[in-house]
């Protein structure tokens, strides 16, 4: 198995590649069962020893630029992050494996 089948796979997650957070908008009994099919860090003995740093960094980071900045996509489209290539780690074409950011302004 490999996580860049299972994210994409639309038994699984309906239209997987639309941005549709309230996909995760469940029940808690319907959380649980989604959530073993999101395996970003693998799973089981081999699996990443960072998931919870992993979180809390994200939670930390995103919520703060969030809160403070208004942001747009600069000089980026979908091919910055079409996988298109199997390097054990999906990547895109070369070259393109990237995404910018520009800050619009600061909140106050
Ligand atoms: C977005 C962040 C991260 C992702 C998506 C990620 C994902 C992964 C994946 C897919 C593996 C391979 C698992 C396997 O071979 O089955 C792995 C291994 C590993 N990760 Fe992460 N990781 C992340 C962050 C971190 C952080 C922050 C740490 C440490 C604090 C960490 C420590 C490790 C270690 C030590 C392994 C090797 C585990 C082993 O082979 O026993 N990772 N990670």
Known sequence: MT???????PKIFPDPLRF?????????????????????FSRGTLGCLGPNMTWAWLYLVLGTLLRRFEMRLHNTTE????VTRDKFLGQTERGKNRVQIKVVREYP
């Open 79 to 82: 091919e910055n992050v079409e």
């Open 3 to 9: 996580a860049f089948f299972i994210h994409r796979d």
């Open 20 to 40: 549709i957070p309230e996909r995760w908008l469940l029940e808690p009994e319907d959380l649980r069962k989604l959530e073993r099919y999101l395996v970003p």
